[in-house]
């Protein structure tokens, strides 16, 4: 049995590697009169969303001590298990953290500890710069997560579905 051949012309209008080039010259072109979008960090910063989820903050009372009360939800919630609560008690019954520690390098800021703290005490940020030379710099102590001064983050609001 005899085997036709069956020849396929080149789509030339398609395969044009001048018309490729040029049109990258022109795309490269276009982009030297656009505006630049390039931000000098650190001297210049842009503002973050009132949601963006960064280190957190313990609130404190008007005198000063935490507003934890130690009821365990956050670390029972935490889904990174990086939340460490050792629980105390006054004379009087009220509980308070007698050590209270979030590893922040563990932390996916998930935003649930936020979300789930009946006393509004522990917040997220709106911070991010918080480098460090070790793994053990991330753990944040009851006072270091007392002495941050950042802006706490807003939670998600139904209301307001897009934050505006
Ligand atoms: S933001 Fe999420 S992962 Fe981070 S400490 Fe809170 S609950 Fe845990
Ligand atoms: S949920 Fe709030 S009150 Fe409860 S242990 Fe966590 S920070 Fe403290």
Known sequence: MAIGVKVIERPIAETSYVRAALQGMGRTLKHLFEQKVTTQYPEQKESLSRRWRGTHRMLTTEDGKAKCVACGLCPTICPANCIKLVPGEDERGNRYPLAFEIDE????????????????????????????????????????????????????DPADPKGE
Do not use: K
């Open 105 to 156: 390098f563990r932390c996916i800021f998930c935003g649930y500890c936020q979300e789930v703290c009946p006393e509004e005490a522990i917040h997220l940020g709106r911070h991010y710069e918080n480098s460090e030379y070790s793994r053990e710099g991330f753990v944040y102590d009851l006072e270091r997560l007392t002495a941050q001064t950042h802006p706490v983050c807003e939670m998600w």
